[in-house]
């Protein structure tokens, strides 16, 4: 076997560490839940009966009888999201597939699925981070029946997965497995969308070609192509073993696609406490598969949301982050994936490149990633192989041993870049984080005045009307969890990618996010404490001086330190007092979520508040 880098073998001592007592405290509570027999046998009659009322005869007599494992399933269906329509079907042959070796299945509930490319730039996108601790609680109220052995979860893009693993890992003595849905198949190349909305944003087009140029993009059921949350979330649950091997990238409407999900609800009966390959989630996800899943987003180039929801994560099983444990991982991980916009290529072209087999392969060659650590396919190990159809039944192959595109995915030995692109941002201003994978390296460090926004119209606004035409670094401010539930600010990449491209030094500063399409703009993001708890980002002004180095990972302001520190922070004035669009009654959310850096929850199970 090969041995493990030393690095992340520190880091993740580190993490047990720091994690003991709440890992300890987390343990012994699954433990405690573990069924002696099925888990409906604890019921009473009377609430037996209500859980089977609704049943099809042949799963009601062995749910009274108690001779089969009962499976539940959490779904993210509706039928206006592209990712999540697929799942239409799913409840149906997730059924017949269990009731082929002696189980039942039912769905234990439903959570909501919002898309941010939806709300972007709108008013709903204030709701968005929310929504995944929603969707955790969601998942928990489906759970809460207590009759299942073991669970499935439906659910693929931005917040709904984070949601679907922290309520996973609080009903941690359940085996849970998740089933994708896989991408869309590749419409209009994302370069080539990109390009249409810069050429919108400058006025060179009109409503007429953007849309058509949108629409071609984002054209059939699926996630959407490029390597944002969405597909993010797909290769952080197969390198941390939530899904069955190579589960993540095969296209929805496929013979194959059908094939995993069937084999998804067969393998979830024979993890339970039944038999004798149990395998609880909670016992599972362990520091090793934290690390996993972190390296696997360096070493891809993922997107900076799961800077917030891998910590949200590992805190729901007493495992404790930093923003430190995410940039050291990334000094020694080499990026290994080129999908865009960290290059032109698209998710099915590096599926079709070799995928996360050939990746899983070349980061256990060298180190990086952890095989001992289990899935639900087995040991991580065993991740490096791809499935393929025989005879209509799902079997594994060895992935393949060369790229099928080294444009898109590389050997270890032969990386794109040897970091992953993450880094932490520190000084004056606050703690914050920088994705430069798709930075031009001689745009990544400037030095140039600020300019102060309260909000993401505020700078838009500014460009239309031609007041950015210079060098400057943008600090946008109030944009964190607890001001406006810290929505994402896409829409500052087209105008800052155009002022870019025109020869100005453009940075942005801001305690919102961007995600994984963020782009080639430098930016720090997430910046804590946030300006409207008072952190200092609130304390810049017009004309301050900002060095802007993510090589070095500096984040500084030429201003006198004790003038600085005198200084009152500006005042968040909420926008009509966070009302409309439902904004109102995520009032508590805002009140209490969590710093950035532990998340952004306002859960609290064992995240750090500093």
Partial sequence: ????????????????????????????????????????????????????????????????????????????????????????????????????????????????????????????????????????????????????????????????????????????????????????????????????????????????????????????????????????????????????????????????????????????????????????????????????????????????????????????????????????????TPLLARVYPNGPADVNHFHAAGGMGFLVRELLNVGLLDGTAMGVGGPIARYCEEPFLNDGKVEWRPAPEESGNADILRHAYDPFSKDGGLRMMSGPIGLGVSKVSAVQPEKRVLEAPAMVFDSQEALKEAFDAGKLNKDFVAVVRFQGPSANGMPELHSLTPPLAVLQDKGFKVALVTDGRMSGASGKVPSAIHMSPEGARGGPIAKVRDGDVIVFDAEKGVLDIKVDPEEFAARDAAEYRPNQNNMGLGREMFTFFRELAGPAAAGASQFRFWARED
């Fill in 1 to 332: 076997m090969t041995t493990m880098n030393p690095k992340i073998t520190e880091i993740t001592e580190r993490i047990r560490d720091r994690s003991r007592d709440s890992r300890q405290a987390y343990l012994e509570m699954i433990r405690s839940r573990r069924p002696k027999g099925f888990a409906r046998q604890r019921l009473m009659e009377s609430n037996l009966a209500h859980a089977t009322a609704g049943c099809a005869v042949i799963e009601k007599t062995q749910l009274l009888g108690a001779g089969w494992p009962n499976i539940g399933i959490i779904t993210a269906y509706n039928d206006m999201l592209s990712a999540h329509a697929p799942y239409e079907d799913y409840p149906r042959i997730i059924r017949e597939a269990a009731r082929e070796v002696n189980a039942v299945a039912q769905v234990a509930g439903g959570v909501p699925a919002m898309c941010d490319g939806v709300t972007q730039g709108f008013t709903g996108m204030e709701l968005s981070l929310f929504s995944r601790d929603v969707i955790a609680m969601a998942s928990a109220i489906g759970l809460s029946h207590d009759v299942f052995d073991a669970a499935l979860h439906l659910g693929v893009c931005d917040k709904i997965v984070p949601g679907l693993v922290i309520a996973a890992l609080r009903f941690g003595w359940l085996p849970s497995i998740f089933v994708p849905a896989g991408p869309m198949p590749s419409g209009l190349p994302n370069p080539e969308k990109q390009k249409a909305r810069q050429l919108f944003a400058e006025g060179k087009v009109g409503r007429d070609a953007l849309l058509k140029a949108e629409s071609e993009s984002y054209h059939a059921q699926g996630t959407c192509t490029f390597y944002g949350t969405a597909n993010s979330n797909q290769m952080l649950m197969e390198v941390m073993g939530f899904h069955l091997p190579g589960a993540a990238f095969t296209n929805p409407g496929t013979p194959l696609r059908e094939a995993l999900t069937r084999a998804a609800a067969q393998r979830a009966a024979k993890l339970t406490a039944q038999g004798d390959e149990y395998l609880p989630a909670g016992e599972m996800i362990d520091e090793r598969s934290i690390v996993n899943g972190i390296v696997g987003l360096m070493a891809t180039g993922g997107s900076t949301n799961h800077a917030l929801h891998l910590p949200a994560m590992a805190a729901a099983a007493g495992i404790i982050l930093t923003v430190e444990d995410f940039a050291e991982i990334s000094a020694v």
